[in-house]
Every structure is written in structure tokens, then in C-alpha cells.
């Protein structure tokens, strides 16, 4: 199965300073989603984008999509201390009509300095 | 939102012992529920899918004999690492996903499994 690969492994910035991170995967996809995992907790869903989507917005998050480059990116406003974790994407390959778990790439731990 | 509750959080078990996980949906039905493992530092990998009353599909190189799966409800999905060893400590993540088309996953909180 693909692997979505996350960038940059790691992405130390300031409060209040916007962080991106990239995923880049390999195969044809149904959706892409963007999650986030405090340290030790579960995993919590962020924002999926569909493919036929090029772009969507959620509070302080921005994702975009790009499928002929197979990539997104997520890009966190105006950071807080509290964002700091470790974010995940993971694409959806599912042929229809089914469900088939996702694959996630390795993420991306941002520390967001106060 | 939707809530998968995941339990044990945390279990320590000897060599040779079975633990069993449940993942329970809270407040919908899960047809479907996923088995994840995250070794330190790694990205979350797919175990096995398991379908209400079916037998799970377990992804390549994993032991359906060791990592047992049963989903005997649409509320309900268990997870029974039998003869434990110390390779397996590891966390371990269930998500469930309502109706036939997965386009979210709710996820539980994690087992943290070590074996001493």
C-alpha cells in the first residue's frame, strides 16, 4: 500500500508564527485528511479534503490539495502553544462502495515556542 | 461528534499472557472498525479491518493467529494480542467508521501494551 510521506519531519516556530507542513503520496486517492495526535493520545480528525477539492478551510487550518503533484499541505494561522503535536495525513484509497482503512505517512511534530 | 472509547488505556502483561482491547462506539454504529499499531515515532500502520459478523482482513505480515480480532456488534470490536511477547509493546489505536463509505474515522484513545 502507498505511504503518504509527511515534511518536515520536525517544524519548530514562535507563537503566532503560521506553520505548514506538506504530504506528498503516490497512487490515486479518494480523499485526504489531516490528523493531528497529542503526545501519548489518540489520534483526533482535523479536515478532509475530497479530490476533486483544491482547497478548504477550517477555523485557523488551511489544506490544500494538488493531485497532479500527489500533495497537499496544511497550514496552521497565527500558531498557539497549545498546536503543538504531531500532525498526520493519510489518503484514502478506497475504490467506492467499500470501506478500506487509511494510510497515513509518518507526520510531521510541530513544537510551537510561547 | 462521534465517540469511540477504547479501553484499556494502558496495560502492562508477562511473556505468554493474551491481552484483550475493546473499542467501543458510543453513540453510533460501526460497521466497520480498524486496528492500528504505532511503534515509537512512526506513523500509525493498519492491522486489520473488521466488518460486523465477519471475519477481519488483516493487512500482509500480520498474524491473524496472534492479533485476534472479533466484531460481535456494530457497537463492539475487540482486539486479543494472544502469547504476548516483548515485540509487541506497542500503542495500539482502533477507529471506527460509520456506514459503508469511510470519509471519517473516529478514533479511540489508544492502548499503550507493554510486555515484560
Known amino acids: 500500500s502507498q505511504q503518504g510521506e509527511e515534511d518536515p519531519q520536525a517544524l519548530s516556530i514562535q507563537e503566532g508564527e503560521n506553520a505548514t507542513m506538506n504530504c506528498s503520496y503516490k497512487?490515486?486517492?479518494?480523499?485526504l485528511q489531516w490528523y493531528r495526535q497529542n503526545s501519548g493520545r489518540g489520534l483526533v480528525h482535523l479536515i478532509l479534503i475530497r479530490s476533486n477539492e483544491r482547497e478548504k478551510h477550517s477555523g485557523r487550518l488551511r489544506v490544500t490539495l494538488d493531485t497532479s503533484k500527489k500533495s497537499s499541505s496544511l497550514l496552521i494561522t497565527a500558531s498557539r502553544a497549545a498546536d503543538t503535536a504531531s500532525y498526520f495525513c493519510a489518503t484514502d484509497e478506497g475504490s467506492g462502495g467499500g470501506a478500506d482503512g487509511l494510510t497515513f505517512g509518518k507526520g510531521t511534530h510541530l513544537i510551537i515556542q510561547p | 461528534g462521534a465517540v469511540v472509547s477504547q479501553h484499556p488505556s494502558r496495560v502492562i502483561c508477562k511473556s505468554g499472557t493474551s491481552v484483550k482491547i475493546e473499542c467501543r462506539s458510543l453513540?453510533?454504529?460501526?460497521?466497520?472498525m480498524f486496528w492500528y499499531r504505532q511503534f515509537p515515532k512512526q506513523s500509525l500502520m493498519l492491522m486489520a479491518t473488521?466488518?460486523?459478523?465477519?471475519?477481519?482482513?488483516?493487512e500482509q505480515g500480520v498474524e491473524k493467529d496472534k492479533f485476534l480480532i472479533n466484531h460481535a456488534s456494530l457497537t463492539l470490536s475487540t482486539l486479543t494480542v494472544t502469547s504476548a511477547h516483548p515485540e509487541d509493546s506497542s500503542f495500539y489505536i482502533c477507529?471506527?467508521?460509520?456506514?459503508?463509505?469511510?470519509?471519517?474515522?473516529?478514533f479511540g484513545q489508544g492502548t499503550r501494551l507493554t510486555v515484560v
Open positions: 497512487t490515486s486517492i479518494n480523499n
Open positions: 477507529s471506527a467508521g460509520r456506514g459503508r463509505w469511510v470519509t471519517e474515522a473516529f
Open positions: 473488521s466488518n460486523e459478523g465477519s471475519k477481519a482482513t488483516y
Open positions: 453513540d453510533f454504529q460501526a460497521t466497520t
